[in-house]
């Protein structure tokens, strides 16, 4: 694992020299309270998570407020008072800098077209439909939770089975329209494929929602993801909390659709985000199937583009 090094409070750094500021010198990711930003002579304007900043950019945080931002250096800055981005004076590594602005560039120019996707969740209202997990994407855990859509006054019967063979296991769902393998049974196996379906009304007599499949997370993307959510706590940010935006670059990267979700809507409750990050929402939406969601987050990138 690679050293990250930290740097000053009054300077951002790049570790080379930027070329007609093409290259952003850092990226806002996490906002707390009231912080503004300017770039180049445009008023200043919200800091957004997921914003980069060039050299000669400023941050001002309001009293109490502050901003964290990485650097291309390798460095992690927590702003508290007006700063402006410097030229460089040194820096580490810059893997998660460039993970986090690649995953940016990839989003933005993500093709927001949803209409006609395969794997789209289309539920009629009051009928049933399979949420998740779907699409063949990848879940972290080996005792996922099955989602559905509730068809009124019905009960449910589950059906799993794994696509390496064996006979298919059928579990009461009651009329909850979630469930959890239980832990009185084995963890599913990693890095393995199953498809599941629900019977509306039970598996006797009842109605047989059109199945999905899913794979459950390999042994060594498990390490591979702990490996790199410790890069992050080295780099001085908790994976959850300061380095949440980071973390969801991780899980977006892996495949880990449900995963990066959940911590980017975390990340949109606590600040604004960037358009690209509003694009990287949709493109995620879209993964999962749930297409008016999607149109919703890129239409909201189209309003932020510069």
């Known amino acids: 694992m690679r050293r990250l090094i930290g740097i000053g409070v009054a300077t951002l750094a790049l570790a080379t020299p930027l070329q007609g500021q093409v290259d952003p010198a850092a990226l806002v990711i996490r906002v707390d309270g009231d912080v503004d930003v300017t770039h180049g002579d445009e008023p200043p304007t919200p800091a957004s998570v997921g914003e980069q900043m060039f050299v000669g950019d400023g941050v001002i945080p309001d009293d109490g407020s502050r901003a964290v931002l990485i650097t291309r250096g390798g460095a992690q800055q927590i702003v508290t008072e007006q700063t402006t981005i410097a030229e460089p004076r040194g820096g580490g590594s810059t893997d998660i800098f460039d993970r986090a602005l690649a995953t940016l560039a990839q989003a933005a120019n993500t093709n927001t077209s ?15 439909a399979l949420v998740a997990p779907r699409n063949d994407l990848t879940v972290s855990s080996a005792r996922p939770t099955f989602q559905w859509t509730a068809t009124p006054g019905q009960s449910y019967d589950l059906m799993l089975r794994s696509l390496e063979g064996g006979r298919p296991m059928v579990f009461e769902a009651g009329n909850d329209t979630t469930w959890t393998l239980p832990d009185s049974l084995p963890d599913l196996e990693f890095g393995s494929g199953y498809q599941w379906t629900v019977f509306v009304g039970g598996r006797r007599g009842g109605r047989a929602m059109q199945p999905q499949n899913f794979r459950v997370i390999g042994l060594e993307e498990t390490f591979e993801m702990e490996e790199y959510l410790e890069q992050i706590a080295v780099f001085g940010l908790d994976p959850m909390t300061d380095g949440l935006f980071l973390t969801v670059v991780a899980y977006r990267d892996m495949g880990l659709f449900y995963e990066a979700r959940e911590a980017l809507e975390a990340v949109e409750r606590e600040a604004s985000l960037s358009w690209e990050l509003y694009r990287l929402k949709g493109e995620i939406l879209a993964e999962l199937g749930h297409e008016a969601e999607a149109r919703a987050a890129f239409d909201r990138a189209d309003e932020l583009m510069p």
């Open 114 to 128: 949803t209409g006609g996707r395969q794997g789209m969740i289309r539920p009629i209202p009051g009928q049933t």
